[in-house]
């Protein structure tokens, strides 16, 4: 790995047992997390949830199935010097409010060169302050993600040892189930060996929130879009390329109820028109910077966005056979900033 000291992403080196990952991903984020988050109204909006008989359960199943992982949000209420509960809670955020502040958008490109790529839209108020985290535990699968302070991995953009490649895009859904939530499932995601075993996990679940993923995999010729809710989850193998916003496009998920944000709606619209254009193919980088368009654009810098979120970083992923090269742009700087 490769890095540029100028870039406003901070590596984050993190190793040792969940509950040290944890504690190691909280001290980073805490400067940010008490100048910033906890006085925001998302962050009161959502932990005033935390002690909600839904979010205890959540945190009981995640206890169960996945120890590790609430060892690991342990560790990082720890490290943020935060009640768990109310750390827990900010990592159920989509699983509690539709309109939780995550946002994004990914461009899919099958063939025997794989390339994602995908734009992390977030709170504009942690530009500067989230990290590239590379990951040793001492059991288990290492990898690298973008993270946000405050929040467990797996739920932007990563790639794990395992040559597995997951993006997460936002879906804001108006149904929410009573199972597992929905950053701890894209966080077991990373714990996964192969793409089947990641589509089993999330089509498995119990399953309480929403979200489009884009996974991929060294070794594995199958670009895969999985869409899931509490309700239901669909599986579409990708051979075409292709964009995802925020919202669920996938046939047999119709019916589903969502809310569609003026933002995602326009970005979806002007990336379908990018990928008829062929510029999606020929280059994804070029359509997450597009700023064209009727609607609100794909690269997102208003910091009077309707949806509060501004693009952060850019992580572009190539699968050639066995082999996973990944670059991550900040801002929207030619020249990547980290490569691996």
């Not at 906890?38 to 979010?55: K, L, N, Q, S």
């Not at 209420?77 to 939780?100: H, K, Q, T, Y």
């Not at 894209?186 to 996990?201: E, G, I, K």
Request: hydrophobic residues 40%; charged residues 20%; glycine residues 12%.
């Amino acid at each position: 790995m490769s890095t540029d000291r100028t870039d406003s992403l901070r590596l984050v080196e993190a190793a040792g047992s969940p509950h040290e990952i944890g504690l190691q991903l909280g001290r980073f984020g805490a400067a940010a997390v008490h100048g910033h988050l906890v006085g925001t109204r998302a962050w009161a909006a959502i932990t005033a949830h935390r002690h909600d008989e839904r979010v205890r359960g959540m945190a009981a199943q995640v206890r169960s199935r996945f120890p590790a992982i609430m060892a690991e949000i342990e560790g990082l209420a720890e490290g943020l010097e935060l009640p768990v509960d109310a750390v827990f809670a900010w990592n159920c955020r989509g699983d509690i409010s539709a309109m939780a502040p995550d946002g994004c958008t990914t461009v899919q490109v099958p063939g025997p060169r794989i390339v994602v790529a995908h734009n992390e839209d977030g709170d504009p108020g942690f530009r500067g302050a989230c990290g590239l985290m590379r990951a040793r535990p001492d059991q288990g699968i290492g990898f690298t993600a973008f993270v946000y302070p405050g929040s467990i991995p797996g739920h932007t953009f990563a790639a794990t040892e395992a040559g597995l490649v997951q993006t997460v895009n936002n879906i804001r859904s108006r149904r929410m189930g009573s199972g597992l939530p929905r950053m701890v499932l894209t966080r077991a995601v990373l714990d996964c060996a192969s793409l089947d075993a990641a589509v089993a996990l999330v089509e498995e679940g119990p399953r309480a929130g929403a979200f489009h993923l884009t996974l991929a995999q060294g070794g594995d010729p199958r670009l895969l879009g999985v869409e899931f809710t509490g309700a239901r989850a669909s599986v579409r193998r990708i051979l075409e390329p292709a964009l995802h916003a925020n919202h669920l496009i996938h046939d047999d998920m119709a019916g589903e109820p969502q809310i569609i944000t003026d933002s995602s709606g326009s970005r979806q619209i002007r990336g379908d028109a990018l990928v008829v254009q062929g510029q999606a193919a020929r280059d994804p980088l070029a359509t997450l910077r597009d700023t064209g368009g009727a609607g609100l654009p794909i690269r997102r810098d208003d910091p009077h966005d309707p949806d509060d979120e501004n693009t952060l970083a850019t992580g572009v992923f190539v699968i050639e056979g066995d082999r996973v090269d990944w670059s991550v742009h900040g801002a929207a700087e030619e020249l990547a900033r980290f490569h691996g």
